[in-house]
């Protein structure tokens, strides 16, 4: 059983696209997480999101937003992506918030033509 | 906001030998400090982790120590196996939007 399960596993398209990845986590956390990892693969927080909260890392571009249809679910939407988009997307989740272990998806590799 | 610095980006060690990777933090009021594996094509893999209340912590060959006065924590592999080569990444509380703030990574290579 995958704990923290991504898909697509690899998604491939053209700027100015929009696209979504989708995370579930079956582990009955009550927050989630996105995290960047660039071509140097340094990880970067992007947001995290409890059933009462969002909160947003203030370098994400508005371009990008998650959201949340359950507790188990948390999807990121990009619009208008752009060349420096281009990364692995990691969705993360934990019980009680970031001073409790998080634990990790396999990752999206994005890929903008 | 809090930076985390880590070292060395690479190590190679031979097996059966001990591997050391340090940390350092910035924010005082970071109080706790994961340690995570990645192997290739994989997401990060939670290995160990320490609180700012204790000190040291063992897992079999994985032990972590934390120094909250100097403000760095380190991880120490005893008996190295090839299956321990990856990256290892360090991370610590305070950063932007409630997540963990990780170090660079140490690409960790095993010799056989």
């Known amino acids: 059983d995958t704990a923290v399960s991504q898909t697509p596993k690899y998604l491939v398209t053209q700027m100015g696209n929009d696209k979504s990845i989708k995370c579930e986590q079956n582990l009955g956390h009550d927050t989630m997480y996105w995290y960047k990892q660039d071509s140097k693969k340094f990880l970067k927080i992007m947001f995290s999101?409890?059933?009462?909260?969002?909160?947003i890392n203030e370098t994400v571009p508005n371009r990008f937003s998650p959201k949340s249809p359950d507790k188990a679910h948390l999807n990121l939407h990009i619009n208008s992506l752009e060349l420096g988009d281009s990364a692995v997307y990691f969705c993360?989740?934990?019980?009680?918030?970031?001073?409790?272990?998080?634990?990790f998806g396999d990752g999206t590799r994005l890929s903008i033509l | 906001g809090e930076n985390v610095e880590q070292h060395p980006s690479t190590l190679s060690v031979q097996e059966g030998d001990s591997a050391v990777i340090k940390c350092t933090y910035s924010d005082s009021a970071s109080n706790y400090f994961p340690w995570y594996k990645q192997e290739l094509g994989k997401g990060p893999q939670l290995i160990i982790d320490?609180?700012?209340?204790?000190g040291e912590k063992k897992d079999q060959r994985i032990a972590v120590t934390l120094n909250k006065t100097a403000k760095h924590f380190s991880l120490h592999i005893t008996e190295t196996q090839p299956e321990d080569s990856a990256v290892y990444f360090c991370a610590a509380t305070g950063g932007g939007a409630d997540g963990l703030t990780f170090g660079k990574g140490t690409h960790l290579i095993i010799q056989p």
């Open positions: 999101y409890n059933n009462k909260e969002l909160i």
């Open positions: 320490i609180r700012s209340n204790v």
């Open positions: 993360a989740s934990s019980q009680g918030g970031r001073d409790q272990p998080q634990h």
